[in-house]
């Protein structure tokens, strides 16, 4: 275990130099105080829990202290923002301190977010709010447990500065971590402006350090890109196997290493609707929830043509190829595992469909029908979830066909299905009402409700004694909450 002084930096990003990065130092925010902090991220670090509640973890991560071998970075890229082209971006009001080496021989970029104003700030404050740190916060912090790749969360630190949204508001930083934060938007940036020899240094940068595997294959960019088509195939599998709507897929929210990355007005279903737009900005539903796997082979594309000083267009297009089959395989993979099957057959598809459909024409409730299909006895609890339905005479053939395919799965006992279910069949996700009722208590000062709802969501398969109250569909007040995208 590690105090704060000790951590260990390798700032290999930053040695890329100012063609890649700016220096920018943070703007501290006033009395900062922890709002939550993360101890399996904090592991990651190798940092002793304890230092989170003392002062200096605080001034660590709201600007006013910096160690001596960080080198605060604000990144530029560009991106595909809702389909179009915006050729400067960067980061706006996020910093890369730097890298910390662990002691498990990983480098863990620590990004500041709502450190103030950089180049990239263009119209913005360089700020974030309470709100939208705590909600990336959770978020990272719940699809990690879920299983999901994701950038992660060490902590939210809460000040008095204000903030003017819609109303005013109080600052707010999360420090997050992951491997990178390159994203799609930082190749296409490079590509765009013509700059050949940066973009040689950025892919080299990511080849050597981030997918070292491909280096040994004939064609290590080729081979890169597929990887990156793999992850990104896998990601979007699970995020539509679970129900998450990232809700602002634009290029410059991809992250390089097929992690759920930019948590803005996010959702996780509560009733299931394929056609659900979590943004409501987002008016043609571009990012709507099932669009998010054509977007995820559309983004890929645009990521494609920036690297077509690397890459010949015959192979890129073959390797986009892949994305779909490779994603369609994963999802069914998971989907089967949810239904509780253990083999493979033909009309699994089918029958994973049939039951999307019928739950979107009753509007049930998408987590808690899989966990409830797993308990014992399994014919007990077909038959109850059947009140959810509307439409009985579908839900009656849908059973069926179920109960029959179940009995041809394999020889083991109920208690067995059960527990199996369980472990992929989450009993507690970040509902968006779950988040408000923490968020309104954190914005009047209390952060217990945040810190209680981060501890339930990192054990989200293990039913937790007098936490009934977050395995719940949501109250009429907490349905479709309009999110806002300011953050
Ligand atoms: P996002 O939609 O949060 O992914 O942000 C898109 C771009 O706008 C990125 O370049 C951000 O850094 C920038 N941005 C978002 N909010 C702000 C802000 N409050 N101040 C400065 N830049 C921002
Ligand atoms: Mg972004």
Redesign the pocket.
């Known amino acids: 275990m590690k105090a704060l002084d000790e951590l260990t930096f390798d700032n290999r990003f930053a040695r890329l130099g100012d063609a890649f990065s700016t220096h920018v130092l943070p703007d501290p925010l006033d009395e900062p105080r922890l709002v939550v902090a993360s101890n399996a991220a904090m592991a990651l670090l190798d940092l002793d829990p304890a230092v989170a509640e003392t002062p200096v973890f605080a001034e660590l991560f709201s600007g006013h202290k910096l160690w001596a071998e960080a080198e605060p970075r604000a990144m530029v ?1 560009s991106g595909h ?1 809702f389909g179009g082209y915006s050729p400067q ?6 910093l890369l301190l730097g890298e910390v080496y662990s002691e498990a021989g990983e480098h863990w970029d620590l990004h500041l977010k709502g450190a103030g ?2 180049p ?9 709010v309470l709100r939208s740190s705590i909600r990336e916060f959770l978020a990272s912090e719940a699809l990690h447990a879920l299983g999901i790749p994701s950038s992660r969360a060490l902590c939210v630190i809460g000040s008095d500065t204000p903030v003017w949204r819609e109303k005013q508001e109080r600052g707010a930083m999360v420090l997050r971590l992951a491997h990178s934060h390159v994203r799609f938007g930082h190749f296409e940036y490079f590509y765009y402006t013509k700059k050949p020899e940066q973009q040689k240094e950025l892919a080299e940068h990511v080849l050597s350090l981030h997918y070292p595997e491909c280096m040994e294959q004939p064609e290590p960019y080729l081979a890169m890109f597929r990887e990156i088509v793999e992850r990104n195939a896998e990601m979007i599998a699970k995020w539509q196997a679970y129900g998450f709507c990232h809700g ?1 897929m ?1 290029t ?2 991809m992250s390089i290493l097929g992690i759920t990355f ?1 948590f ?1 007005p996010f959702a996780f279903l509560d009733d299931f609707d394929a056609h659900f737009i979590c943004n409501h900005s987002d008016h043609k539903g571009r990012y709507s929830f099932s669009n998010q796997v054509p977007i995820g082979q559309w983004n890929l594309s645009a990521l494609a043509q920036a690297l077509t000083p690397f890459i010949s267009v015959d192979a890129l297009k073959e390797t986009l190829g892949l994305y779909l089959p490779l994603y369609q395989a994963h999802y069914l993979d998971l989907m089967r595992r949810r239904l509780g099957l253990t083999t493979a057959e033909d009309d699994d598809q089918k029958l994973v469909e049939r039951l999307l459909k019928l739950m979107q024409n009753s509007g049930v409730d998408y987590t808690l029908f899989f966990r409830r299909l797993g308990d014992e006895p399994a014919a007990q609890a077909v038959a109850q979830l059947r009140d959810d339905f509307v439409d009985l005479a579908g839900f009656d053939a849908w059973a069926e066909q179920y109960t029959a395919r179940v009995e041809r799965d394999g020889d083991y006992s109920e208690a067995q299905r059960r527990e199996r279910m369980h472990a992929v069949n989450p009993l507690y996700i970040l509902r968006n009402y779950l988040a408000q009722n923490a968020i309104a208590a954190a914005e009047s000062g209390d952060y217990s409700e945040v810190r209680r709802l981060h501890e339930v969501l990192s054990k989200p398969f293990e039913e937790q004694a007098g936490m009934e109250q977050y395995a719940q569909r949501p109250p009429d007040w907490g349905k479709h909450l309009e999110i806002s995208c300011s ?1």
């Not at 990239?120 to 974030?128: E, K, L, N, T, V």
């Open positions: 890229y923002q971006l960067g980061d706006g009001r996020g104003l950089t990239y700030s263009r119209m913005g404050d360089g700020r974030a602002v634009n410059d929210n930019d803005g953050s």
